[in-house]
């Protein structure tokens, strides 16, 4: 919900600065991404931090965070869940891109 919020609020504001519509597009879910990411890491670290968590995976324990210190493996783990995010935002972006490319072609082909 946050996401989609973002994304309104930012088309609006590009679309009313009269932008070329690509270049309004890509601010658009350029800003957004980088809000949401950055809204998303902020709110999980403030969990960690402000609940004291403590969280060990595998047989050999590797942990998270202890105590709400977060260690280089939670580093890796909340870059990696970020990542997932992203990508998760950006494939129907891309796929709606390429097929409006290629129905474009075809188009022009005619």
């Known amino acids: 919900m946050m996401h989609l919020t973002l994304l309104i609020l930012i088309y609006y504001s590009a679309a009313s600065l009269e ?3 690509r270049t309004a597009a890509a601010v658009t879910i350029l800003l957004t991404n ?3 990411l950055l809204a998303f ?3 999980w670290l403030n969990f960690i931090q402000s609940g004291r968590q403590t969280v060990c995976v595998g047989y050999d324990r590797r942990c998270y965070w202890v ?3 977060i260690t ?3 580093a890796q783990r909340i870059a990696f ?3 997932i995010q992203l990508v998760i935002n ?3 972006v891309l796929a709606v891109y390429i097929i409006s490319t290629r129905h474009r072609r075809r188009l ?3």
């Open 90 to 92: 950006l494939t129907p």
């Open 72 to 74: 280089g493996f939670g």
């Open 19 to 21: 932008w070329p519509e």
């Open 34 to 36: 980088t809000l949401f």
């Open 67 to 69: 105590d709400g210190v």
């Open 108 to 110: 022009m082909q005619r």
């Open 41 to 43: 890491v902020f709110i």
């Open 81 to 83: 869940s970020a990542l």
